[in-house]
C-alpha cells in the first residue's frame, strides 16, 4: 500500500511558476513510476508527465513540454513537479499517482492539490 499526498498548489498570475511536490509512504518508493495528472473543471483527467522507476527517463504531455518539469528524489520519497510560464489553461486541480514497476496501470492517487493561475 502506499500513500500520496500533495502539496505546494496555489494562486499565481500568468507567466509565473510552481513547484508541487509528493511524499510517498512505504519503503518501495524507488520501484514505482511515478505520474502527475490534471482535471479541470468540467473536464476529464489528462496526462500532465511521468518519470520511469528505472533509469528515470520523463514524459511530458505536448501542453506542459518545455514548461514543466518532473523529478524525483528516492531518498525523501518525494516527486516534483515545477511548473513555469504558466498559463490560466493550467488551472487544475493536480494529483500525482504511482504505478508499480511501470506496468501501465496507475494504482495509487493522491487526494489531489489545485494550482490556479490568473490572467
Known amino acids: 500500500q502506499v500513500q500520496l499526498v500533495e502539496s505546494g498548489g496555489g494562486l499565481v498570475q500568468a507567466g509565473g511558476s510552481l513547484r508541487l511536490s509528493c511524499s510517498a509512504s512505504?519503503?518501495?518508493?524507488?520501484?514505482?513510476?511515478m505520474g502527475w495528472f490534471r482535471q479541470a473543471p468540467g473536464k476529464e483527467r489528462e496526462f500532465v508527465a511521468r518519470?520511469?522507476?528505472?533509469?528515470?527517463?520523463?514524459y511530458y504531455a505536448d501542453s506542459v513540454k518545455g514548461r514543466f518539469t518532473i523529478s524525483r528524489d528516492n531518498a525523501k520519497n518525494t516527486v516534483y513537479l515545477q511548473m513555469s510560464s504558466l498559463k490560466p489553461e493550467d488551472t487544475a486541480v493536480y494529483y500525482c499517482?504511482?504505478?508499480?514497476?511501470?506496468?501501465?496501470?496507475?494504482?495509487?492517487w493522491g487526494q489531489g492539490t489545485q494550482v490556479t493561475v490568473s490572467s
Open positions: 518519470i520511469s522507476w528505472i533509469g528515470g527517463s520523463t
Open positions: 512505504g519503503r518501495t518508493f524507488s520501484l514505482y513510476t
Open positions: 499517482a504511482a504505478d508499480f514497476r511501470e506496468r501501465g496501470v496507475y494504482d495509487y
